[in-house]
């Protein structure tokens, strides 16, 4: 049966995959003998879409990489911003608030010995890097342009920044500097329209690179977790959502230490940051500890403060409460004395609610759906155009892939696509490319967005799962390893009895070590067809494999390479089909006990039982 990835009515086959990338096969050997004599003749056979898309990239790559290394990601989009004009800066909404400065002590009053760590480990990289990375102090200061004295006027009326005097910089030396402008972004307001507003922003770029150097002692902690892994919530009655108002603002930077933090604006005059900047390294990860201390969360709070009998989660200055109405007004209740105590302020008033949104995601709890919210949606393309700028190919492939983990769509059924975006974002990311070069897209990734971006749109339902799988302690082990003769694999199931199944590749003869991560993968897939009954029956399992490109490519979703992709798709999508939920993780090949199964001639798909 032929298997299709991205869109079926476009793109080839499997097994036209595992040929296009060269693993070891006579069939893909003739191939390639007859594509030179073809070429050497001048006969060119139609191109199919995704083999267009491939040439396509392959001309990218010539064209902007004569020099390309490195694995390219999509994560730019978390650094792109739109920087607001000099009228935008004045005439538009300000984000930034002034807040009470939360009362630190009263903070780490509540925090157990963990979470304390967490938090004063935060604040010392923030307030003193030249204990914690070396940071040596440095009093010149580049210009911010774009900043004009108007507009950070309005900053320092919400008490923000201060401008540094004559005398002040006589007095108080400057010891590092960073950038400041000005991003415009847009904010729903309480009738569900986006209304455009100004952000005042500080990116302290030296701090930072020292922080993130091998000489900084500096470990980020942050718990954040993906969207996908808050959608569990949806099994409750209903959820209460709020945000701190203007979160970083509550941590205020000491006297002392604002010499750290100073700018200067494009008249020349020198400001300096008065609170916690968001754009600092480990600014997410004090909000961080301040929200779970708000709402009571056992993963940085003392047993006497910790908030029971609902399901909590913080993210940055974020947080939700799910549960039953009744433990819901409960929870309300404890966060505002939380809040009153710690001297943080909450942005609207919290409520109960059955269709709340968080992070982006809206919740209905009573169909048991999920949804996009529409800010998030109005940012993708409502139609893919024929060309595209490289900056707004890639933010829309990355945004695509957050809508997708909420509403569960395996995003590894657009594998070309997403690699087509990361090789572009490689090229823009090491300057090889500008963001604002117009690329054509072929038929075939125009129809993968096409088809992507009508699938996020679409609500995903799910009244029925089983949401305690995940807690489960799987009872089944299978372990799997391939070798250059064959493939095996190991399954111990709840009852301590051992089962095992193996066999021999055909085309052994051919194979390389290069194909050993292909041959992996193989065999999990191999395995998991072998041992389904048992599997299916038990529904959670633990997954042991010696080989790290597998291991993630499950963690991922995806694999790297596209015959390594194929294999692990297939098991997700099965696995997917049948509420299997699957803890995957790396096992030393000398602790593997599939690796002398692999290796021996055992009977293929015959399963054994061991005594």
């Not at 096992?587 to 798909?605: M, Q, T, Y």
Request: charged content about 25%.
């Amino acid at each position: 049966m032929q298997q299709y990835i991205d869109n079926p009515d476009l793109l080839f086959p499997v097994k036209d995959l595992l040929l296009r990338d060269n693993f070891s096969s006579n069939n893909g050997q003739q191939q390639k003998q007859q594509k030179q004599q073809q070429q050497k003749k001048k006969i060119h056979p139609p191109l199919s879409e995704l083999q267009e898309l491939q040439l396509h990239i392959d001309e990218v790559d010539r064209q902007y990489s004569p020099t390309a290394s490195g694995i390219a990601t999509i994560t730019r989009v978390s650094n792109s911003t739109v920087v607001a004009t000099r009228e935008e800066a004045v005439t538009l909404p300000l984000a930034n608030k002034r807040t009470q400065a939360a009362d630190i002590g009263a903070i780490r009053n509540r925090l157990h010995v963990a979470g304390l760590k967490q938090f004063n480990n935060g604040i010392a990289a923030a307030f003193h890097p030249d204990r914690v990375c070396g940071l040596q102090p440095d009093a010149n200061i580049t210009m911010s342009h774009g900043t004009s004295v108007e507009a950070l006027e309005r900053v320092r009326n919400e008490g923000t920044i201060e401008r540094v005097t004559p005398e002040q910089l006589l007095r108080d030396r400057t010891k590092s500097c960073g950038k400041a402008f000005f991003r415009r972004e847009q904010k729903e307001n309480t009738d569900g329209e986006l209304i455009d507003r100004v952000r005042f922003l500080f990116w302290p770029k030296r701090h930072n690179d020292a922080l993130k150097s091998s000489a900084s002692s500096y470990e980020s902690n942050v718990h954040m977790s993906r969207a996908s892994d808050y959608i569990s919530a949806i099994q409750h009655e209903g959820a209460v959502v709020g945000d701190i108002t203007s979160g970083f603002t509550h941590i205020q930077i000491p006297e002392e230490c604002r010499a750290w933090f100073r700018f200067m604006d494009e008249n020349g005059n020198v400001w300096q940051m008065c609170v916690l900047p968001m754009g600092l390294v480990p600014s997410c990860q004090i909000m961080e500890v301040l929200t779970l201390a708000l709402i009571g969360s056992p993963i940085v709070c003392k047993p006497d403060f910790v908030l029971h009998g609902v399901d909590k989660r913080g993210y940055v200055d974020d947080f939700r409460i799910a549960g039953s109405k009744r433990r819901c007004l409960h929870a309300i209740d404890v966060i505002k004395h939380n809040a009153a105590e710690l001297k943080i302020t909450i942005k609207s008033e919290l409520a109960f609610s059955t269709t709340p949104t968080f992070l982006g995601v809206c919740y209905n709890h009573v169909s048991k759906s999920v949804t996009i919210s529409k800010k998030t949606l109005s940012k993708l393309p409502s139609a893919v155009p024929e060309t595209m700028t490289a900056g707004l190919l890639y933010r829309t492939v990355a945004r695509l892939i957050f809508c997708s983990g909420p509403l569960d769509i395996n995003i590894g059924r657009f594998y070309f696509t997403m690699k087509h975006a990361t090789s572009i974002c490689n090229k823009v990311n090491r300057g090889l490319m500008d963001d604002e070069h117009v690329l054509k897209l072929p038929n075939g990734l125009r129809a993968s967005l096409a088809r992507w971006i009508e699938l996020v749109h679409r609500p995903a339902f799910f009244a029925g799962r089983d949401w305690t799988a995940r807690a489960k302690t799987p009872k089944v082990t299978l372990y799997t390893d391939a070798s250059l003769a064959g493939w095996g694999a190991v399954l111990i199931n709840s009852a301590g009895a051992v089962y095992v199944v193996g066999g021999q590749w055909n085309d052994s003869k051919t194979l390389k070590s290069s194909d050993i991560s292909w041959l992996e993968a193989r065999a999990v897939r191999y395995a998991m067809t072998a041992f389904r009954d048992i599997i299916e029956r038990h529904k959670t399992i633990q997954l042991r494999i010696d080989n790290t490109s597998v291991v993630a490519a499950y963690d991922r979703g995806r694999g790297r390479a596209a015959a390594i992709h194929v294999e692990v798709i297939e098991t997700i999508e099965w696995l997917r089909e049948k509420g299997i939920t699957v803890r995957v993780a790396y096992i030393e090949s000398a602790k593997n006990p599939a690796d002398c199964v692999s290796r021996n001639k055992e009977e293929n798909g015959v399963v054994r039982q061991v005594d």
